[in-house]
């Protein structure tokens, strides 16, 4: 039979989905790996903020109970205030659902 010359001999065609199966598994790689790196340096970023974040809770923590030993009376006296509003707008609450 006569080849034409827009035909391939038979040897070409079945490489061809060879190389295309190859080259979309070269692809999936790629971006398998372009992941893999974008994921790790989300995580990096990640720990980083939450380092940062633990040392400034940390701080204010600190701060925090360095005020509350200077200024005993004023802290119990605040903490009362807030638990007597707490607990009358509770008690509010609850009557005006009845």
Do not use: C
Request: aromatic share 6%; no cysteine; charged share 35%.
């Amino acid at each position: 039979m006569p080849e034409t010359s827009n035909s391939k001999p038979w040897k070409e065609k079945s490489m061809e989905p060879r190389s295309q199966s190859e080259q979309l598994k070269k692809s999936a790689e790629e971006v398998t790996e372009n992941l893999r790196e974008a994921s790790e340096e989300a995580q990096n970023r990640l720990s980083e903020l939450w380092d940062v974040g633990k040392e400034r809770v940390a701080t204010y923590a600190k701060a925090t109970d360095q005020k509350i030993h200077e200024n005993p009376y004023q802290t119990i006296g605040i903490a009362f205030g807030v638990g007597l509003l707490i607990g009358v707008l509770i008690n509010r609450r609850g009557r005006s659902e009845d």
